[in-house]
């Protein structure tokens, strides 16, 4: 994952996804946000990006509709998918499915590890989408991405002590792996 304000170098080979540095300080408005998109996929290649989310306002489904939506067709003319963040209450005003092809659960953490945020990823696979959490800095929280049936997650959870927690991490993916299911794989 990569964001206007990081800098990150992509390894050679590696796949990347490109959040737009809403939540957080790292937003530069929305030309220099595109341009700096448009340089990354001109420099790391289209067929390596996973995705990349519109400009959002963080927690704020109206205005995340508004902001969103002129920038969804634009990152598809980039030759790259699309995302569209889902925010608290964004089923209410109405999911503009056809614009998108990833759905970003982002919002409160309330929100998006409640039955509105399940109906919506459940909703977004039966329409062949993928699907990304945000902030997932838990075990907890990850038990639930996969149970959303997301297929790519991040958080600053390595951020902090990434010595000690890559260890956790690396035990919590491997335990999704290979605890057995009631509902099957």
């Not at 540095?21 to 990354?40: C, E, I, Q, V």
């Not at 289209?46 to 205005?63: I, K, Q, Y």
């Not at 089923?91 to 092809?101: E, H, I, R, S």
Request: net charge negative; charged share 25%.
């Amino acid at each position: 994952m990569t964001t206007p304000a990081q800098g990150n170098v992509i390894p050679d080979g590696a796949e990347y996804a490109c959040d737009n540095g809403k939540f957080g300080k790292g937003w530069p408005g929305a030309d220099a946000w595109f341009d700096w998109l448009t340089r990354t996929v001109d420099r790391y290649g289209a067929d390596r990006c996973l995705w990349a989310v519109a400009p959002d306002v963080p927690f704020d489904a109206a205005g995340t509709l508004a902001e969103s939506l002129p920038w969804l067709a634009r990152i598809r003319e980039l030759g790259i998918p699309a995302a569209f963040a889902a925010q608290d209450g964004c089923d209410q005003l109405g999911v503009p499915w056809d614009a998108f092809d990833v759905l970003f659960i982002a919002g409160s953490t309330e929100w998006k590890t409640g039955p509105v945020a399940e109906r919506l990823s459940r909703e977004a696979k039966e329409r062949g989408k993928q699907i990304h959490m945000g902030r997932v800095n838990s075990r907890q929280r990850l038990r639930t991405a996969e149970w959303f049936g997301c297929d790519s997650a991040d958080g600053t959870y390595l951020a902090f002590g990434p010595e000690k927690n890559l260890r956790l991490l690396a035990g919590w993916l491997d335990e999704l792996h290979h605890t057995p299911s009631l509902f099957g794989s």
